[in-house]
Protein backbone atom coordinates (compact mmCIF):
# COMPACT_ATOMS: atom_id res chain seq x y z
CA UNK A 1 0.00 0.00 0.00
CA UNK A 2 2.09 2.25 1.13
CA UNK A 3 4.70 1.62 -1.57
CA UNK A 4 1.79 3.35 -4.12
CA UNK A 5 2.98 6.41 -2.23
CA UNK A 6 5.51 7.68 -4.97
CA UNK A 7 3.16 7.02 -7.59
CA UNK A 8 0.29 8.95 -6.39
CA UNK A 9 2.62 11.98 -6.27
CA UNK A 10 4.07 11.73 -9.94
CA UNK A 11 0.26 11.03 -10.54
CA UNK A 12 -1.34 14.46 -8.88
CA UNK A 13 2.28 16.62 -10.54
CA UNK A 14 1.46 15.61 -14.07
CA UNK A 15 -2.15 16.09 -13.33
CA UNK A 16 -1.39 19.79 -12.05
CA UNK A 17 0.62 20.19 -15.32
CA UNK A 18 -1.87 18.52 -17.53
CA UNK A 19 -4.73 20.92 -16.14
CA UNK A 20 -2.63 24.18 -16.26
CA UNK A 21 -1.25 23.42 -19.49
CA UNK A 22 -4.38 23.39 -21.09
CA UNK A 23 -6.49 26.77 -19.37
CA UNK A 24 -6.53 28.77 -22.35
CA UNK A 25 -8.96 31.10 -21.99
CA UNK A 26 -10.22 33.23 -18.98
CA UNK A 27 -13.07 30.46 -17.59
CA UNK A 28 -9.85 28.16 -18.46
CA UNK A 29 -7.55 30.44 -16.15
CA UNK A 30 -9.78 30.33 -13.52
CA UNK A 31 -10.60 26.88 -13.35
CA UNK A 32 -7.12 26.62 -14.08
CA UNK A 33 -6.46 28.90 -10.68
CA UNK A 34 -8.70 26.51 -8.71
CA UNK A 35 -7.06 23.65 -9.94
CA UNK A 36 -3.82 24.81 -8.72
CA UNK A 37 -4.88 25.55 -5.70
CA UNK A 38 -6.65 21.75 -5.65
CA UNK A 39 -3.20 20.79 -6.43
CA UNK A 40 -1.33 22.84 -4.23
CA UNK A 41 -3.90 21.52 -1.47
CA UNK A 42 -3.27 18.39 -2.33
CA UNK A 43 0.57 18.34 -3.28
CA UNK A 44 0.94 19.92 0.71
CA UNK A 45 -1.52 16.87 2.17
CA UNK A 46 0.86 14.24 -0.24
CA UNK A 47 3.61 15.85 1.72
CA UNK A 48 2.59 15.65 5.37
CA UNK A 49 1.28 11.89 4.16
CA UNK A 50 4.81 11.10 3.48
CA UNK A 51 6.34 12.48 6.09
CA UNK A 52 3.96 10.73 8.20
CA UNK A 53 5.03 7.48 6.27
CA UNK A 54 8.66 7.64 6.55
CA UNK A 55 8.48 8.37 10.29
CA UNK A 56 6.36 5.21 10.73
CA UNK A 57 8.47 3.24 8.26
CA UNK A 58 11.99 4.92 10.71
CA UNK A 59 9.91 4.14 13.84
CA UNK A 60 9.29 0.25 11.76
CA UNK A 61 12.62 -0.25 11.70
CA UNK A 62 13.45 0.60 14.73
CA UNK A 63 10.61 -1.59 16.86
CA UNK A 64 12.05 -4.61 14.18
CA UNK A 65 15.74 -3.97 15.25
CA UNK A 66 14.59 -4.25 18.99
CA UNK A 67 12.16 -7.46 18.64
CA UNK A 68 15.24 -9.22 16.48
CA UNK A 69 17.53 -7.99 19.77
CA UNK A 70 14.89 -9.37 21.95
CA UNK A 71 14.81 -12.25 19.92
CA UNK A 72 18.65 -12.60 19.74
CA UNK A 73 18.79 -12.77 23.41
CA UNK A 74 15.61 -15.17 23.84
CA UNK A 75 17.60 -17.59 21.52
CA UNK A 76 21.09 -17.32 23.52
CA UNK A 77 18.99 -17.67 27.31
CA UNK A 78 17.18 -20.91 26.05
CA UNK A 79 21.24 -22.06 24.95
CA UNK A 80 22.35 -21.47 28.54
CA UNK A 81 19.49 -22.88 29.87
CA UNK A 82 20.29 -26.23 27.67
CA UNK A 83 23.52 -26.03 28.63
CA UNK A 84 22.52 -25.18 32.96
CA UNK A 85 20.70 -28.43 32.36
CA UNK A 86 23.13 -30.49 30.64
CA UNK A 87 25.62 -29.28 33.59
CA UNK A 88 22.78 -30.77 35.73
CA UNK A 89 22.33 -33.96 34.65
CA UNK A 90 26.13 -34.38 34.45
CA UNK A 91 26.61 -33.60 38.17
CA UNK A 92 23.79 -36.44 38.78
CA UNK A 93 25.66 -39.22 36.93
CA UNK A 94 29.01 -37.94 38.74
CA UNK A 95 26.82 -38.06 42.03
CA UNK A 96 26.11 -41.63 41.09
CA UNK A 97 29.51 -42.30 40.37
CA UNK A 98 30.29 -40.95 43.79
CA UNK A 99 27.64 -43.16 45.09
CA UNK A 100 29.16 -46.35 44.04
CA UNK A 101 32.69 -45.21 44.49
CA UNK A 102 33.81 -42.50 46.40
CA UNK A 103 37.72 -40.71 46.27
CA UNK A 104 38.42 -37.09 47.68
CA UNK A 105 39.22 -35.95 44.83
CA UNK A 106 36.03 -36.76 43.08
CA UNK A 107 34.14 -35.16 45.82
CA UNK A 108 36.05 -31.84 45.46
CA UNK A 109 35.84 -31.73 42.13
CA UNK A 110 31.98 -32.62 42.36
CA UNK A 111 32.12 -29.64 45.01
CA UNK A 112 33.81 -27.33 42.51
CA UNK A 113 31.47 -28.25 39.63
CA UNK A 114 28.53 -27.93 41.68
CA UNK A 115 29.70 -24.25 42.58
CA UNK A 116 30.28 -23.28 38.74
CA UNK A 117 26.95 -24.43 37.94
CA UNK A 118 25.24 -22.65 40.38
CA UNK A 119 27.13 -19.47 39.41
CA UNK A 120 25.24 -20.12 36.13
CA UNK A 121 22.02 -20.65 37.17
CA UNK A 122 21.95 -17.48 39.65
CA UNK A 123 22.82 -15.42 36.54
CA UNK A 124 19.85 -17.14 34.97
CA UNK A 125 18.04 -16.15 38.19
CA UNK A 126 16.70 -19.89 38.14
CA UNK A 127 16.85 -22.54 41.41
CA UNK A 128 20.33 -23.67 42.44
CA UNK A 129 21.35 -26.92 43.13
CA UNK A 130 21.43 -27.29 46.45
CA UNK A 131 23.52 -30.69 47.48
CA UNK A 132 23.45 -31.29 51.96
CA UNK A 133 26.17 -31.16 53.94
CA UNK A 134 25.95 -34.77 54.75
CA UNK A 135 26.15 -36.03 51.38
CA UNK A 136 29.87 -34.68 51.37
CA UNK A 137 30.48 -35.64 55.52
CA UNK A 138 29.14 -39.13 54.49
CA UNK A 139 31.15 -39.69 51.64
CA UNK A 140 34.27 -38.32 53.10
CA UNK A 141 33.60 -41.02 56.22
CA UNK A 142 33.19 -43.55 53.13
CA UNK A 143 36.22 -42.28 51.66
CA UNK A 144 38.62 -42.44 55.17
CA UNK A 145 36.78 -45.99 55.76
CA UNK A 146 37.88 -47.14 52.15
CA UNK A 147 41.98 -46.12 52.22
CA UNK A 148 41.97 -47.66 56.32
CA UNK A 149 40.81 -50.73 54.36
CA UNK A 150 43.65 -50.14 51.60
CA UNK A 151 45.85 -49.30 54.16
CA UNK A 152 45.27 -52.37 56.11
CA UNK A 153 44.99 -54.61 52.88
CA UNK A 154 48.36 -53.04 51.89
CA UNK A 155 50.01 -53.96 55.52
CA UNK A 156 49.01 -57.49 55.05
CA UNK A 157 50.52 -57.98 51.96
CA UNK A 158 53.70 -56.50 53.19
CA UNK A 159 53.61 -58.25 56.31
CA UNK A 160 53.23 -62.00 54.31
CA UNK A 161 55.31 -60.88 51.72
CA UNK A 162 58.21 -60.37 54.53
CA UNK A 163 56.94 -63.59 56.02
CA UNK A 164 56.89 -65.50 52.71
CA UNK A 165 60.82 -63.85 51.97
CA UNK A 166 61.88 -65.12 55.70
CA UNK A 167 60.59 -68.46 55.56
CA UNK A 168 62.00 -69.08 51.71
CA UNK A 169 65.69 -67.42 53.27
CA UNK A 170 65.52 -69.61 56.14
CA UNK A 171 64.67 -72.72 53.77
CA UNK A 172 67.51 -71.87 51.12
CA UNK A 173 70.11 -71.27 54.45
CA UNK A 174 68.75 -74.59 55.83
Do not use: C
Request: proline fraction near 2%; charged fraction near 30%.
Amino acid sequence: MFFLLPLVGVAVGATVAALINDASSEKDRQAAEHHRKVANDLTSKYSNLEKRYNKYVDKSKSQIDELTKQHALDEAEKDILRLALRLQQSLYMLMWDIDNNPTYEALIKFKQAVEATNKVLEELREETIQIPNKYFSRHLTRVKISEKIAETKRKKIKSSSATILVQRIDHFST
